[in-house]
């Protein structure tokens, strides 16, 4: 079926069930719950509590990258489905390391990744998967280019899938194991996400960017403020915003710990799809838009149907700048010489990058370059290093054709692969030596410590790429465009004019071609091979399932102090190319956390011999003696990226419980999905009773149920013991993958 057809069924169907949602709900509707009720597996037996029950839902799509693809289509090899359920692609976009420039770094990739990137097309080819190779573009970027529908839901491998919410698409960053679940039809459970509203009022002038909603947004929410939730935005403000301009919103809410975010149709979107060569679905498209949006009382009343409203005045909007090292620092631009002073931050940009999935659009590109037009004209060139990454081919070929990439290389910058780069930590700098502080500004989305080049001295701030382009010229975290003037080598001044972008280029899209692209044809007879050896991919074994016993005696492996995102559990950067092979890439477990227990990061007490050693090598020790062990966590574990090699190593070294004072949501699914229980502490006081030299062991495991909480006794080394009693979220199926030692296990179960 192509896409139209496609489209028009689901679009029938959405319709439809619209109808049985009012009747059943008996009120007015947000479009979250309009898209949501249409995409039920199962229907509801009552009014679902709001991040509290539980649902089955049926996606249109799944979306995969080419490091989380790996490990999701070696566990799909195992369901044994003959090919996938729903329409699905694989797109390469992260093992580009980012060293030379565009060229080189993609030849040098097609011959470092020549295995994975062969082992990917030949999945994709064996089970009717899309794959779009090396080059193409970032994920999200294409997406959004080529399958990204108002009122469609798509799951993806990527914790910034959300990007497609910029077309009113509900997308949600998941696990691999999600991705076999809808792969594979099997129940796809959830929670009924709460619906954050917030109304746009007003609109954008001067330096104001739509990047600057979402870093305000982070501001007032936190980076835990969103988690169990979906951002609705509405308001008139909406109508303001280019369809790749709420894309960049979007794209964002992920580092709010959002579920996703949406925003409604409007005509904005309508001129993308037409823009981007899908006029027929934009018409179809049109033709409901009084239903891809929130019913009127809603608008009217938001206070009655969103769980908590954000107004957010456009008109008095002000560019800001978060950083460094959480999404969440988030500063007015006029505020940073201050921030800087006070916080001793080095004024001295190093380094300004723009681009990536966030903020590559068109727009994005043509306000950046006449930034730096300006510049050029007035005689200036970048003072910091600069870097250009395209979001996809497209993007690339138009910026070239339109002469924006002449006009950053003229002022000293340097365009990179289509690909996600420095972004992720694919970064090969040789600028700064390990542990040198320095300061780099960015328009992509998160700035943990060591994201961007590993560098745990690099302080990353994040802003709008016409921002980052400004203060790369002026070379100064200090520098406000809108208002500082830069002297000239003649001795006078000049000030920047505030700068101006087209939504959509004037002459259209430059056509790339078919050649990025390989359709999903299936082709059951093509051999998948693994080599035998191969340190980039090994074939995956199952865990083992439960034994109904209680768990006794585990020891604590680590007690994780302050932030424990997944780049400090399972770090990208140079460790991306084991993400096939679970065995490797398991040497970087928790190798960026930092223990209470020996106050470094990745390390650990060996409890057998009383000697500190890498944390690896503490639980392969653990785990040639059969030792299980615990790992416990401070506030929002998990948080950061989609990536389940966070979840799978752990489990794969001997990992069988994990208890938080809370959870970010991806990584507590993916943790059930791999078997481990992870738990939440009743009175997140017990975290602080937990000491080294302490075991944990289960009291009431046998009883396990969705309606029955764990208790846990802490035994001491005198003898004594403290009994825990923690809470849980597991539905009655997730005990099931519990029980079989993971959801894949179950899944291969019931397909054989």
């Given at each position: 079926m192509n896409q139209t057809d496609l489209i028009k069924q689901i679009y029938d169907n959405y319709l439809s069930k619209i109808v049985d949602a009012k009747k059943f709900f008996d009120r007015p509707l947000t479009y979250t719950e309009k898209i949501l009720f249409s995409h039920l597996s199962e229907d509801l037996q009552s009014i679902p509590e709001r991040t509290k029950t539980f649902c089955i839902l049926k996606p249109d799509r799944v979306a995969m990258q080419d490091a989380t693809a790996q490990m999701a289509l070696l566990q799909f090899i195992n369901a044994g489905?003959?090919?996938?359920?729903?329409?699905?692609?694989?797109?390469?976009?992260?093992?580009?390391?980012?060293?030379?420039?565009?060229?080189?770094?993609?030849?040098?990739?097609?011959?470092?990744?020549?295995?994975?990137y062969d082992f990917l097309k030949s999945v994709c080819a064996k089970y009717g998967i899309g794959f779009w190779k090396p080059g193409a573009g970032i994920i999200h970027q294409t997406i959004l280019e080529n399958y990204a529908v108002p009122g469609t839901m798509m799951i993806g491998t990527d914790s910034h899938t959300p990007n497609a919410g910029g077309l009113g698409m509900i997308a949600i960053g998941v696990g691999g194991a999600d991705a076999v679940d809808v792969m594979t039809d099997s129940p796809w459970e959830v929670n009924w996400p709460g619906i954050i509203g917030v109304k746009l009022t007003g609109q954008l002038s001067d330096w104001a960017s739509p990047k600057d909603i979402i870093l305000k947004l982070a501001g007032i929410l936190t980076v835990k403020g969103?988690?169990?939730?979906?951002?609705?935005?509405?308001?008139?403000?909406?109508?303001?915003?280019?369809?790749?301009g709420k894309a960049t919103i979007t794209n964002m809410g992920a580092e709010v710990g959002a579920t996703t975010s949406i925003f409604p149709y409007d005509k904005k979107m309508y001129e993308y799809l037409e823009a981007t060569d899908r006029k027929d679905i934009a018409d179809l498209a049109d033709k409901i838009k009084d239903y891809l949006k929130a019913d009127k009382e809603v608008h009217e009343n938001p206070e009655k149907y969103y769980d908590e409203v954000i107004e957010i005045n456009l008109s008095e909007l002000e560019p800001h700048i978060v950083g460094p090292y959480s999404p969440d620092l988030s500063r007015e631009i006029s505020d940073m010489p201050t921030a800087v002073k006070d916080n001793n931050y080095d004024d001295n940009l190093k380094v300004g990058l723009i681009g990536s999935c966030t903020n590559s659009s068109y727009e994005d590109i043509e306000k950046a370059a006449h930034v730096a037009k300006q510049a050029l004209n007035a005689g200036l060139k970048a003072k910091s290093e600069f870097y250009i990454t395209p979001g996809s081919n497209q993007i690339k070929a138009t910026m070239e054709r339109d002469g924006y990439t002449k006009i950053f290389e003229d002022l000293g910058g340097k365009v990179l692969a289509n690909a996600c780069g420095p972004c992720i930590g694919q970064w090969q700098r040789s600028d700064i030596s390990d542990g040198e502080k320095n300061t780099i500004i960015t328009s992509f989305n998160r700035n943990f410590a060591k994201r961007n080049d590993g560098n745990a001295a690099t302080e990353s701030f994040v802003a709008s790429p016409e921002i980052v382009t400004a203060l790369a010229i002026s070379g100064k975290l200090s520098f406000n465009p809108s208002k500082d003037k830069l002297k000239l080598n003649n001795g006078e001044s000049f000030t920047f004019e505030s700068p101006i972008g087209s939504e959509l280029p004037e002459m259209g899209f430059e056509k790339i071609g078919s050649d990025d692209f390989l359709k999903a044809e299936l082709r059951p007879d093509t051999q998948i091979v693994i080599k035998p050896g191969s340190d980039r991919l090994q074939a995956l074994e199952p865990f083992a399932k439960w034994d109904k016993k209680e768990m006794k005696n585990l020891k604590v492996l680590l007690k994780a102090e302050g932030k424990c995102t997944t780049d400090h559990v399972s770090p990208a950067g140079p460790w991306l190319k084991y993400r096939g092979h679970l065995e490797n890439i398991s040497q970087n477990m928790y190798s960026g956390a930092l223990n209470s227990f020996t106050k470094t990061n990745g390390e650990a007490i060996n409890l057998i011999n009383n000697k500190t050693d890498n944390i690896y090598e503490v639980a392969k020790t653990y785990k040639e003696n059969n030792i299980d062990w615990i790992a416990v966590a401070d506030e929002n574990y998990g948080e950061g990226s989609s990536r389940e090699h966070a979840a799978m190593e752990p489990r794969f070294m001997g990992c069988k419980i994990i208890i938080a004072k809370s959870f970010a949501r991806i990584a507590q699914t993916n943790l059930k999905k791999q078997g481990i229980i992870p738990l939440l502490f009743k009175d997140k006081s017990d975290y602080d009773k937990i000491e080294c030299n302490d075991t944990i062991s289960t009291i009431n495991l046998k009883d396990f149920d969705n309606k029955t909480n764990l208790k846990l006794s802490l035994n001491k080394p005198d003898g004594s013991s403290v009994i825990i009693d923690t809470l849980h979220t597991f539905s009655e199926n997730q005990i099931g993958w519990f029980k079989a030692g993971s959801a894949l296990n179950l899944i291969a179960k019931k397909s054989n």
């Open positions: 489905m003959k090919t996938t359920a729903v329409p699905s692609t694989v797109h390469c976009d992260h093992l580009i390391t980012a060293i030379k420039g565009a060229d080189d770094d993609l030849d040098n990739a097609l011959l470092t990744n020549k295995e994975v969103g988690t169990g939730k979906i951002i609705e935005y509405f308001g008139d403000g909406t109508e303001t915003i280019s369809c790749t």
